[in-house]
């Protein structure tokens, strides 16, 4: 078993890692245009379940990977409202 978690641990950074650039550049250029509000929802409300899934079955990779990414989703929605042109 593992192996396994070095494997979930892997896909987490990996997965978490493409994902941070986004959040950057975003609170960087305060552009917000190209970011879909449903999108980033329905995002969020999933990565927080993955989180809660993690949490259930006790796998560290899923938590870490998740828990970071509710987080950054959650910045991205902060973001979209905060920096949308009216």
Excluded: H, R
Aim: proline residues 2%; aromatic residues 16%; charged residues 10%.
């Amino acid at each position: 078993m593992i192996n396994v978690e070095i494997i979930g641990f892997a896909a987490a950074i990996l997965t978490t890692s493409a994902f941070l650039p986004q959040v950057y550049q975003t609170w960087k250029t305060k552009d917000v245009s190209g970011l879909s509000l449903p999108m980033l929802s329905l995002f969020f409300i999933g990565v927080a379940l993955w989180f809660v899934y993690g949490v259930c079955k006790e796998s560290l990779s899923l938590i870490f990977a998740n828990g970071i990414t509710v987080i950054s989703s959650l910045l991205l929605i902060y973001f979209k409202l905060k920096y949308v042109k009216k």
